[in-house]
């Protein structure tokens, strides 16, 4: 029975993988349609985190070798200028993009850190950018603002959406702890910068 068990759930993890690979999907959200796409019980038991990030990378070693690290790269340098645009804000950059697992189809997470919350969305008006205001759970449990932002990644010719995450100044210490996994859950632009300095045929720090 465990060994059935087993089996169930790393179908289940690499079902979910191609959603989040190919589809741009978050964990969760793809674990759930997987379990749809598989016509398995709502409470079937769905993988951590941990085998999902593992079943993710092992879908791209496969399928995606030739194109991802240049949608990678192409994302993180689209990425960097928007930290360089909001660096008042102490921008960390989150999710796929900076974990390393992204593709042409992910959004760019960024979390802003501002002693005035409205602050951020100032400087967007300021700088005449359109945006969509709206609320995402944060790591506290506890929903945060965000504004989320279209733009242009010319090397990908395509649109990408951007997410703003808008923190209080005092949650930055918090936002560098190690997640369950033991990865750093997100970085400043310094710390991007470097992964993408490493050399191309080094393997890249798992974050």
């Not at 990678?72 to 990425?79: E, H, I, T």
């Not at 995402?136 to 279209?150: I, Q």
């Amino acid at each position: 029975m465990d060994l059935i068990r087993s089996d169930a759930c790393t179908e289940l993890a690499q079902v979910a993988a191609r959603l989040v690979v190919d589809d741009g999907l978050a964990f969760a959200a793809a674990k759930r349609q997987a379990v749809r796409q598989l016509g398995l019980p709502a409470r079937t038991a769905l993988p951590d985190n941990a085998s999902m990030d593992a079943a993710v990378r092992e879908h791209i070693a496969i399928f995606c070798a030739d194109s991802q690290p240049a949608e990678l790269l192409a994302l993180r340098n689209l990425a960097l200028v928007w930290m360089d645009r909001l660096a008042a804000f102490n921008p960390h950059l989150g999710g796929a993009v900076w974990h390393g697992t992204a593709t042409r189809h992910s959004d760019i997470h960024l979390h802003l850190f501002c002693e005035d919350s409205k602050s951020a969305e100032w400087a967007l008006i300021d700088q005449r950018v359109d945006y969509r205001a709206g609320e995402a759970p944060g790591w506290r449990g506890m929903p945060v603002s965000t504004l989320t932002v279209r733009c242009r990644a010319e090397t990908l010719d395509q649109w990408v959406m951007v997410h703003l995450l808008v923190h209080d100044l005092d949650d930055l210490r918090g936002a560098l702890k190690a997640d369950a996994q033991g990865r750093k859950p997100r970085g400043p632009a310094q710390a991007l910068r470097g992964l993408m300095n490493m050399a191309v045929d080094e393997p890249e720090e798992r974050l």
